[in-house]
């Protein structure tokens, strides 16, 4: 029972306050400074500010503001005029491992707290590299620590945070088939094994330059051009030029000014368009991750397009003469303006509707805007299809209409054999 | 010596007798999903010459699904109903180069059809001697909604050096079709009086069919020719 009060009153002491102490809070995280127009960022963003870009950019600027993100530290408690320092790394709480085996990143005096919050760069170099601040190819998490004494480290505030700077491996087994003003490009599904692949982006290049079609606007990977307008590379001492010719090589850096084709990580194949017809292109395609992260280049593969005849064409060309003529609604929709359908719509257009005034506005207002419909359906077959069961009921009124004496004929004679029918009711 | 044999093959297949126990109600509609390999007649239209489906689809059926809603307004020596259904058949295939080899590019034949028919179910047997098989059969109208497209994806164009109509229309032809079902409550008549119970459905089937499909139409030497010989496989529900 003693022994109980005493481990009782012990657990007190540790969960209450220190007497001179709050606690430390992290209001938000910012890949810029609000003051500079930065907002706060979601969990996805965070994991896309903590790739190997900013961590290059990071380690380059190094004396000035990190391209990585800032933690908003809020502080609640009594304030003392005493320091408090900030630390990235692992295991730093232990005395028994050197403070240089962790990056200060600095120090605040606590009233600084008083009446706002205090914005904490948390730079990817010391958190890749703690000490060092050199970036390395690496999944893993460091711990962001206030310490409130640094001599016996005492933890005022501490968070893992996670990153990864490890860029996936490269596809491999590319192949390239030409098609009509076209490549078919395709690459083993399997070869990147890695988690958390995002996308694939394909690059294509003509006579070493980037392809016509190709678009920096494709691929939202992060580089370091992105982040600090400087060609950094993992381990070079200097700078790239950004979008080289020739620089589709494989294995090499992937530069964005090569895509032409996005797809996402469940596809293993993509048709690039919109290319010319006997020109060769080169072809390689990369790996994209979570923390937009590129791979390398995979192998370069030279095609090129070439005319093709599909099924339509084919059945033409062997004589085939089943038509497709279309113009406006109704036989953009049923595909044929000879359709019987469509002859009904028309038949009910010269009977019903051009003999009274309204009818002969609905018709000027069909025919003003009848070709842009058209148009959008011709565009689209699932429109197409939709339009035509929805169409049923109307060409089935037609019909109906334009041949009413029938129909009451029909009803009349029905009417008639039901009454024939019916047995006779013996009268009281 | 006959008779008896057809008594004892009556009293082998007749429904247990816990599968009546419980009053039915009426029975007013059918639903079916169906399924069979399908090989369209296109290439029909040019005689044994050119077969222009089958050197981009090759000569293999493809899987063609079918759907169907019936309503019965007659019941007596079997039940008549008039049913519409609607369909979808996709065929996917490599474009050709000039010199009829596959290039990388895909087309594709894409085919809906809807009918519209009389459906003629044989179930007295099932409904007097308890005989879990009902022959049936139908006949109708269909409409055949179809579209090729190119390698892009989008709708192909008849003739792509000068820019020719869109490929896709209708074509309209008849249909009619032969069938077998099984009564499934046979199998389970507890389940089947539940299913009645809690969600109405009377019967259960699984049937086969054979379907003989026409549209061409009728007669029409510029229409596509999308119908076909096909044996089907699916389950039916009566409620």
């Known amino acids: 029972m003693k022994y109980t009060h005493l481990l009782l009153i012990l657990i007190l002491m540790s969960a209450a306050p220190s007497a001179s102490w709050g606690g430390f809070n992290i209001n938000g995280r910012y890949g810029l400074l609000p003051s500079a127009g930065g907002t706060a960022l979601t969990a996805v963003q965070i994991a896309q500010h903590t790739n190997l870009a900013r961590c290059l950019c990071d380690e380059w600027s190094e004396a000035n503001d990190p391209y990585s993100y800032y933690f908003d530290v809020q502080y609640v408690g009594t304030f003392d005029s005493s320091d408090v320092f900030f630390y990235i790394g692992n295991d730093c709480s232990n005395t028994a491992v050197a403070l240089t085996e962790c990056s200060e990143i600095g120090s605040l005096n606590i009233n600084s707290f008083q009446d706002q919050t205090q914005y904490i760069p948390i730079p990817l170099n010391h958190l890749v590299d703690p000490g060092e601040g050199i970036c390395k190819a690496q999944a893993s998490s460091s711990t962001f620590y206030i310490f409130s004494d640094l001599e016996n480290r005492t933890v005022a505030f501490d968070e893992a945070v996670a990153y990864d700077t490890k860029a996936p491996a490269a596809p491999t087994g590319v192949t390239v088939v030409g098609g009509e003003d076209s490549l078919n490009v395709s690459w083993d599904g399997g070869s990147v094994t890695e988690d958390g692949i995002d996308y694939f982006n394909v690059l294509c290049s003509q006579a070493g330059a980037p392809a016509s079609i190709s678009s920096e606007a494709l691929a939202d990977w992060v580089d370091t051009e992105d982040v600090c307008d400087k060609v950094l590379s993992l381990g070079a001492t200097e700078e790239g030029v950004p979008c080289p010719a020739g620089a589709l090589a494989a294995g090499g850096r992937a530069y964005k000014c090569f895509v032409c084709a996005s797809v996402a990580s469940t596809a293993n194949s993509v048709r690039i368009g919109g290319l010319e017809n006997g020109v060769e292109y080169s072809v390689a395609v990369v790996a994209v991750d979570d923390y937009r992260n590129v791979s390398p280049l995979s192998e370069v593969v030279d095609a090129t397009p070439v005319p093709t005849t599909d099924f339509a064409e084919h059945y033409r060309d062997n004589g085939g003469v089943a038509n497709g003529d279309y113009c406006f609604i109704a036989t953009s929709v049923y595909g044929d303006r000879d359709h019987p359908f469509v002859r009904i719509l028309r038949s009910f257009r010269d009977v019903a509707l051009m003999s009274h005034a309204p009818g002969r506005r609905f018709v000027r207002w069909y025919y003003r805007n009848g070709p842009t419909w058209a148009g959008w359906i011709d565009d689209s077959p699932m429109a197409a299809v939709t339009l035509q069961i929805l169409m049923l009921p109307l060409v089935l009124g037609a019909a109906m209409l334009m041949t009413f004496p029938l129909w009451i004929m029909l009803a009349w004679w029905l009417v008639r054999r039901r009454r024939a029918q019916r047995p006779e009711v013996a009268h009281a | ?239």
């Open chain 2, 1 to 239: 010596m006959r008779s008896l044999t057809v008594v004892f093959a009556l009293m082998m297949f007749a429904l247990p007798a816990a599968a009546q126990e419980y009053e039915q109600s009426s029975i007013r509609w059918m639903w079916d999903l169906r399924a069979g390999m399908f090989l369209p007649d296109i290439d029909s239209e040019f005689g044994g010459g050119a077969k222009p489906y089958e050197d981009i689809f090759g000569s293999d059926p493809k899987l063609a699904w079918r759907m169907e809603l019936s309503r019965q307004f007659y019941r007596g020596i079997g039940s008549l109903g008039v049913g519409a259904d609607l369909g979808f058949f996709y065929r996917s295939g490599k474009a050709l180069l000039d010199d009829g080899t596959k290039s990388g590019d895909s087309t594709s034949f894409i085919l809906v059809p809807m009918g519209l028919k009389l459906v003629y179910r044989f179930d007295w047997l099932q409904t007097t001697y308890k005989i879990p098989l009902t022959p049936y059969g139908k006949a109708g109208l269909v409409y055949n909604l179809w579209w090729i497209t190119d390698g892009d994806g989008s709708v192909a164009t008849w003739d792509h050096d000068s820019g020719g109509g869109k490929a896709r229309g209708g074509t309209y032809g008849y249909e009619f079709a032969l069938g077998l079902s099984l009564l499934l409550d046979f199998f389970d008549p507890e389940s089947a009086g539940n299913l009645e119970r809690d969600v109405g459905i009377n019967n259960s089937y699984i049937f086969v069919e054979w379907t003989y499909n026409r549209s061409d139409n009728f007669g029409d030497d510029k229409a596509l020719r999308v119908g076909g010989k096909t044996w089907m496989f699916g389950l039916s529900v009566e409620f």
